[in-house]
């Protein structure tokens, strides 16, 4: 099985993320695999443990984002593809969508596409569906539970509701959900094999197409309103006296 597993790069989940002069900013913290994408390398290397094959990793970014690459190598992929050029900034996620299918299209063969649900920085979780809309692969989205039966997968979606059972044709792509499983911890000897790869780069000149059109601008990006937050502490000579107390508080500020 041939499976390529798109990953993407963002600041920890810890970062404070604060707009300075109409720019993004998460100050000195660490960028790091989107913590969904790593479910998405297991799904792919999981795969590849039972039908055999091989998994390779894309991402698009500058150079930093190799790390992220890395990341997904130490867990197991085999290949490693950034995708960067100058011109792919701001893009919305159609365009990401666009490149990202250029770049499967591009690696030829491809019997599955392994996404996260989503991003952790701009939470869109659009990205997995546009881009198998644009490869005309059926998307299958929030996927928990995956088997694979020659050309055809039978997936258990993570809804709402409990669990979907849906069935497809290969090639797919599919997007991973919490409940397929814990991700591996990138192995010594796997950290070791990630420092010494050589990842390609490739440019959309590589890839053989222009820079997509974006149809959603950020035309300003600014901090939420902060919050006033006061805090009183409720005192009294027992707990009924507090509750009593705690209670008409709260009518008198028509809480309830
Ligand atoms: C500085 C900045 C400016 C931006 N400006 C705009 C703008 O003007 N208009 C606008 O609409 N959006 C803008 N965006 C948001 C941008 O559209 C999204 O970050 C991008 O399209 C990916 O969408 P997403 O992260 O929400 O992914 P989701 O839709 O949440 O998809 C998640 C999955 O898609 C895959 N994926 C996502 N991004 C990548 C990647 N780079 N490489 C490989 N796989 C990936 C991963 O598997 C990930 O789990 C901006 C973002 C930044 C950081």
Same mark, same amino acid.
């Given at each position: 099985? @041939?499976?390529?597993?798109?990953?993407?790069?963002?600041?920890?989940?810890?970062?404070? %993320?604060?707009?300075?002069? /109409?720019?993004?900013?998460? /100050?000195?913290?660490? !960028?790091?695999?989107?913590?969904?994408?790593?479910?998405?390398?297991?799904?792919?290397?999981?795969? @590849?443990?039972?039908?055999?094959?091989?998994?390779?990793?894309?991402?698009?970014?500058?150079?930093?984002?190799?790390?992220?690459?890395?990341?997904?190598?130490?867990?197991?992929? *085999?290949?490693?593809?950034?995708?960067?050029?100058?011109? !792919?900034?701001?893009?919305?996620?159609?365009?990401?969508?666009?490149?990202?299918?250029?770049?499967? @299209?591009?690696?030829?063969?491809? *019997?599955?596409?392994?996404?996260?649900?989503?991003?952790?920085?701009? *939470?869109?979780? !659009?990205?997995?569906?546009?881009?198998?809309?644009?490869?005309?692969?059926?998307?299958?989205?929030?996927?928990?539970?995956?088997? %694979?039966?020659?050309?055809?997968?039978?997936?258990?979606?993570?809804?709402?509701?409990?669990?979907?059972?849906?069935?497809? @044709?290969?090639?797919?792509?599919?997007?991973?959900?919490?409940?397929?499983?814990?991700?591996?911890?990138?192995?010594?000897? /796997?950290?070791?094999?990630?420092?010494?790869?050589?990842?390609?780069?490739?440019? !959309?000149?590589?890839?053989?197409?222009?820079?997509?059109?974006?149809?959603?601008?950020?035309?300003?990006?600014?901090?939420?309103?902060?919050?006033?937050?006061?805090?009183?502490?409720?005192? /009294?000579?027992?707990?009924?006296?507090?509750?009593?107390?705690?209670?008409?508080?709260?009518?008198?500020?028509?809480?309830?």
């Amino acid at each position: 099985m @041939k499976i390529v597993v798109c990953v993407k790069q963002v600041p920890d989940s810890a970062a404070k %993320v604060v707009v300075e002069n /109409g720019k993004i900013s998460w /100050g000195d913290a660490p !960028l790091v695999i989107n913590p969904w994408d790593e479910y998405a390398v297991e799904a792919a290397i999981q795969q @590849k443990e039972a039908l055999s094959g091989t998994v390779t990793a894309i991402t698009i970014g500058g150079e930093g984002s190799k790390d992220a690459l890395k990341h997904a190598l130490a867990m197991g992929a *085999d290949n490693a593809i950034l995708i960067s050029d100058p011109a !792919l900034v701001n893009m919305d996620t159609q365009a990401t969508a666009q490149v990202l299918a250029t770049a499967v @299209k591009k690696i030829g063969g491809v *019997d599955a596409a392994f996404f996260g649900r989503q991003a952790i920085d701009s *939470d869109s979780g !659009l990205v997995p569906a546009q881009t198998a809309r644009l490869l005309k692969w059926p998307a299958l989205t929030l996927s928990a539970v995956i088997k %694979v039966d020659g050309s055809s997968v039978r997936v258990a979606r993570g809804v709402e509701e409990g669990r979907q059972i849906v069935t497809a @044709k290969l090639p797919a792509v599919f997007s991973l959900v919490k409940d397929f499983g814990e991700p591996r911890y990138p192995s010594f000897m /796997g950290i070791r094999k990630a420092s010494r790869a050589e990842i390609p780069a490739w440019s !959309l000149a590589e890839l053989g197409i222009p820079a997509p059109a974006s149809v959603i601008a950020w035309p300003e990006i600014m901090n939420p309103p902060s919050r006033e937050v006061t805090c009183e502490v409720i005192t /009294g000579g027992s707990p009924a006296e507090i509750a009593e107390a705690l209670a008409n508080k709260i009518l008198a500020e028509k809480v309830l």
